[in-house]
């Protein structure tokens, strides 16, 4: 059952929106956004979300719902946990296959690129 809902920005946030009370629940990835744009996403088999950029950027954003330590009520943004970067903008990501704990997603851009991508 899908709890979660992620919408990319032109700004390059992403948010985190609860589906059982159309609520925002996070965004990310704070001052470090995707550039030009939050264009694709998909979620990882641990949670965790992938998005890709206008620029080719490619980041796994932490899902994973943590309080501040000043203020419990306000929770941490969605921190990177990995990223790396392809050629031309990222149009598409699709899962491909799980085993154990790696991952690996297809990664289209705009420069007519497809790329297969491992995470670990």
Do not use: W
């Amino acid at each position: 059952r899908d709890e979660f809902m992620y919408c990319g920005t032109t700004t390059g946030d992403v948010l985190q929106v609860a589906l059982d009370r159309v609520m925002l629940r996070n965004l990310g990835p704070g001052k470090d956004l995707i550039k030009m744009h939050a264009t694709a996403s998909c979620e990882v088999p641990t949670g965790d979300v992938m998005v890709g950029g206008g620029d080719g950027s490619l980041a796994i954003l932490k899902t994973a719902q943590e309080s501040m330590a000043g203020n419990p009520k306000q929770m941490k943004k969605m921190a990177k946990l990995a990223e790396c970067k392809v050629e031309g903008a990222i149009t598409s990501i699709s899962l491909d296959e799980v085993a154990g704990k790696t991952c690996s997603f297809y990664v289209g851009t705009a420069a007519c690129n497809i790329y297969k991508v491992t995470y670990e």
